[in-house]
């Protein structure tokens, strides 16, 4: 099957992963799949919250689960994988979503201690790398799914006291240029996706002093990135978007 698979299908019934699902962007990204047919798990560590956003989706009508883990543990992966599985069967949607800042407020390189470098690159970078690895296979055993991870613009732009958290979102979009190239042939798409700047919990610890009403709603920026992905047009593997202020321009992946 080929890389069109996720668009002919759309989101009618697939099973959905979506890591840091209990709030922010990840949190819309599960309602606006759940509303789209999915059947969505949402992963994230604390509980309540999880909960809470769990409950949400099914007080809409959706089909929602939560898996409470560290995707920064090592491991977590196959256990993730294993129980969404068995809670909506084939998992052919992954968004890799959770991300860590490392200690706020930012710090310059020189005063980041390397324990914090290695938790930003095990939460943003090596998570993803595992949980892809324990889904990839049998998306390709299938002939289909698709793989988002969500970027940054801290991964293209070198922003004093970003460091940690921009070298883990430029490693991501490599990876995914690089899984991109190698599970070519197979049908599974993986994409990376920068969404933005967004009025999160995220952006508040980064930012605070930001003016919230400058930011993006990320229920908008969900509505964006869901488009984009069923979208019978939409973008070829290897392909990183930038969401904007009407939908996600995507460049034609280079190889
Ligand atoms: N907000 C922005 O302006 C902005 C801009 C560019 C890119 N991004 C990217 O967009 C994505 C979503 O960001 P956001 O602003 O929505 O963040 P957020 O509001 O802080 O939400 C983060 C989510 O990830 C979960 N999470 C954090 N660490 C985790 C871990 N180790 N394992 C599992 N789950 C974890 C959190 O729940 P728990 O704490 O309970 O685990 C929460 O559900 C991230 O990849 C971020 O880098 C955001």
């Not at 690159?121 to 289909?144: E, H, Q, W, Y």
């Not at 610890?205 to 229920?219: I, K």
Request: proline share 4%.
């Amino acid at each position: 099957m080929s890389d069109m698979d996720m668009k002919e299908t759309e989101t009618a019934r697939i099973g959905a992963v979506v890591t840091g699902g209990s709030r922010g962007l990840g949190r819309a990204l599960g309602h606006a799949l759940a509303a789209a047919g999915a059947r969505v798990v949402l992963v994230a560590r604390e509980r309540a919250p999880l909960d809470e956003a769990v409950a949400a989706i099914r007080a809409r009508g959706g089909e929602a689960h939560g898996i409470a883990a560290d995707v920064g543990d090592i491991d977590a992966a196959f256990a993730i994988a294993g129980q969404a599985a068995a809670l909506v069967g084939p998992v052919d949607l992954l968004i890799n979503n959770a991300s860590t800042l490392g200690p706020v407020p930012l710090r310059l390189l020189m005063d980041t201690d390397c324990e914090d470098l290695s938790r930003a690159l095990a939460v943003n970078l090596v998570g993803p790398f595992r949980l892809t690895k324990a889904i990839a296979g049998s998306m390709a055993m299938r002939g289909r799914g698709t793989i988002l991870n969500v970027s940054s613009d801290a991964a293209a732009s070198a922003y004093e006291r970003w460091g940690a958290y921009g070298a883990s979102k430029a490693a991501l979009d490599h990876l995914t240029r690089t899984w991109a190239a190698e599970l070519n042939g197979t049908g599974v798409r993986v994409l990376a996706v920068d969404p933005g700047e967004m009025n999160t919990a995220m952006h508040a610890q980064a930012m605070p002093d930001a003016d919230p009403a400058t930011l993006a709603d990320p229920v908008r920026v969900a509505a964006h990135i869901v488009t984009w992905l069923v979208a019978r047009d939409g973008a070829r593997s290897g392909t990183r978007g930038v969401v904007r202020g009407r939908g996600v321009e995507a460049p034609e992946a280079s190889s």
